[in-house]
């Protein structure tokens, strides 16, 4: 009896593995198409591994994909393309849990007392749209390739600040290829944001301006290391800048 009922436990762990592989890409449509329906149908999700696992594994396959590509076109090297395969995956673990702190923090911080995984979820799933958005740009970068060098030629032009707004408008329109990708990256900003404010709202059972003021945080914290970076780079380098 113990026996028998071992092998039906498996057979229905297996049963949950083929449905779940099945209703992989179906989750992905729904979560890029139809955010309502994709918020119901995962409202009842209540482990952490699962959904790690959803995003880990589709931003490895996106990784993957774009590095073989980049491999093919003799863009980089195989070790290269290993060592950076190595380095996103261990960046992927490490955001999908960092970035639901931070915007986890900004709803402490406006008096939400919901559990951390009410963030996880939403904010997760969020990533995932990111991803999908990641692959959209780097094929679209394929179609229509353009040099960013270029973008730093017109920045030498620049006498100062206010002239990089215009500069950036003449780059976008006699690049097709920067003006596409432009396009979707403020798609990607309007659409990740809409589903990250709409999940934790619903999942925290918060007022949506408090769940944007969440997701605007997180953003804040976000831009504000990326310039971070960025300064320290050109303080190692100086030649980063651009000369006039």
């Known amino acids: ?7 039906e436990e498996l057979k229905k762990d297996e049963k949950k ?4 592989n099945i209703a992989f890409l179906g989750k992905l ?8 329906s994709f918020l119901n149908r995962i409202e009842k999700e209540n482990e952490y591994t699962p959904i790690f696992r959803f ?18 076109m003799k863009n980089i090297t195989i070790s290269q393309a290993i060592v950076g395969f190595i380095q996103g995956v261990i960046m992927s673990v490490a955001i999908v849990f960092i970035i639901p702190a931070i915007a986890y923090f900004g709803i402490i911080i406006i ?19 990111w991803t999908m958005y990641l692959f959209f740009i780097f094929v679209s970068s394929l179609i229509f390739p353009f040099d960013t060098s270029a973008f730093q030629n017109y920045l030498q032009g620049a006498q100062n600040l206010n002239e990089i707004g215009s500069l950036m ?15 979707i990256t403020i798609s990607m900003l309007i659409h990740v944001c809409a589903f990250a404010i709409k999940g934790i709202a619903k999942f925290q059972n918060i007022p949506k301006w408090k769940a944007a003021f969440s997701v605007i945080l997180t953003l804040a914290v976000i831009i ?11 303080s190692q380098n100086p030649n980063l800048l651009p000369t006039q």
């Open 224 to 234: 504000a290391l990326w310039i971070f970076l960025i300064m320290a780079l050109i």
């Open 169 to 183: 408008v003449q780059f976008l329109i006699k690049n097709i290829g920067a003006l596409v990708n432009f396009v």
């Open 29 to 36: 449509r729904d979560l890029f198409f139809h955010p309502n």
């Open 111 to 129: 008096g939400g007392r919901g559990k951390f995984f009410n963030t996880f979820k939403p904010v997760v799933y969020s990533l995932v749209l």
């Open 55 to 72: 995003f880990v594994l589709f931003y490895a396959s996106y990784l993957a994909i774009v590095l073989i590509i980049s491999f093919l």
């Open 1 to 7: 009896l113990i026996k028998r009922a071992d092998e």
């Open 17 to 20: 593995e083929e449905i779940y």
